[in-house]
């Protein structure tokens, strides 16, 4: 009796030593018949039972022999199989054709949106004056003659970092006004583009993260005139020949006086349309005459010099033009989204 179980065992053993499959199928019937979960293995190790007591190891051992030599000759196979349809596929290569032309990426709206201002300005003799975002208290407000309790230093609006009332986020790119001042003798002629920062719950319309290029002209005798003329200059560059811009009165506490901009709606030719809310003209920026006492508060002689100053959000500006509906598709990055934009100028 236990001779004939080794028997079997031992037959087993050979059958796996000696198979020779070579096709894919093949090695899958050696899989099922030895490695698989139904496998002609398994059942042996019940026979232990008909095992003597003193034959019992022998036996298990042997059972266990013959499953490992299952599983390497079929690691083995497997292998051979697969280097095989390797080489096939390799054969099959046309190494002469064209190859896939590479996925290239796309500039981000805002990116291009802020590449054609900053070109624009640069064209009439403005450099770019970049800052940090995380800024003091004194940059953002103070030296922007907001006085302390203004609303816009409200809590609610400006995200001040951590166990901080003094570094905050900056709330507009105002703030590189008072850093180039306060290190650049006049005359000055510089934007400012960059990322600002403000407490609002964000919807279709607004966002707690934005885009701003500030511009800021110092010299002698500069006149209201100057900036209407190089805001208009910007205006047609920007939205073309046929442009209109008009000046409407406004305040900012670092500006007297100070105008908000309007171009006509270059959507509908000023006819009226939903973009413009039927009144043929859409606000893109605010300006002014630099107040006097910003000049003072950061060490350039108001009685000798004038300056104008504007800034300009970027996100209306890039939706107005590629039409997009949702601010914040603009922060999302979904691929989707961002690709459309490949041959966008
Ligand atoms: N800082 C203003 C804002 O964020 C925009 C602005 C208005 C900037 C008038 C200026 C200016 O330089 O003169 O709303």
Request: hydrophobic content about 35%.
């Amino acid at each position: 009796m236990a001779a004939e179980i080794f028997e079997k065992v031992n037959q087993v053993l050979e059958e796996i030593e000696t198979a020779t499959p070579k096709t894919k199928e093949e090695v899958e019937q050696f899989r099922i018949r030895f490695v698989g979960s139904k496998n002609v293995i398994k059942p042996l190790f019940g026979n232990i039972k008909n095992v003597d007591n003193n034959r019992k190891k022998e036996f298990g051992q042997l059972v266990n022999k013959v499953k490992q030599a299952a599983e390497s000759k079929f690691q083995e196979l497997k292998d051979q199989v697969e280097t095989a349809a390797d080489a096939a596929e390799g054969q099959q290569l046309d190494l002469s054709a064209p190859s896939e032309p590479l996925d290239l990426g796309a500039r981000h709206p805002i990116s291009i949106t802020m590449n054609r201002i900053i070109d624009i300005f640069q064209r009439i003799g403005f450099s770019v004056a970049e800052d940090r975002e995380i800024e003091d208290d004194w940059h953002n407000f103070t030296a922007m003659n907001t006085p302390e309790d203004h609303p816009a230093r409200d809590m609610q609006d400006t995200f001040y970092l951590k166990n901080s009332t003094e570094m905050l986020l900056r709330t507009h790119t105002s703030s590189v006004q008072a850093r180039v001042m306060k290190n650049q003798k006049p005359p000055i002629r510089i934007i400012a583009p960059g990322r600002v920062y403000r407490n609002e719950t964000i919807s279709a319309r607004a966002h707690c993260q934005f885009h701003q290029v500030e511009g800021l002209y110092v010299d002698e005798n500069v006149s209201f005139a100057d900036m209407k003329q190089t805001l208009m200059y910007f205006a047609k560059e920007m939205f073309g020949a046929d442009t209109k811009i008009r000046l409407r009165p406004s305040y900012f506490p670092f500006t007297e006086p100070s105008a908000e901009m309007d171009v006509s709606c270059f959507i509908c030719n000023a006819e009226g349309c939903n973009v413009c809310k039927y009144t043929g003209w859409v606000e893109i920026l605010g300006c002014g005459m630099v107040d006097p006492a910003v000049f003072e508060t950061c060490g350039i002689d108001s009685k000798k010099y004038t300056g104008f100053a504007f800034g300009m959000g970027i996100e209306r500006q890039a939706m107005l033009r590629y039409r997009i509906n949702d601010i914040r598709l603009l922060f999302e990055n979904d691929t989707r989204f961002l690709g459309q934009f490949k041959s966008a100028l």
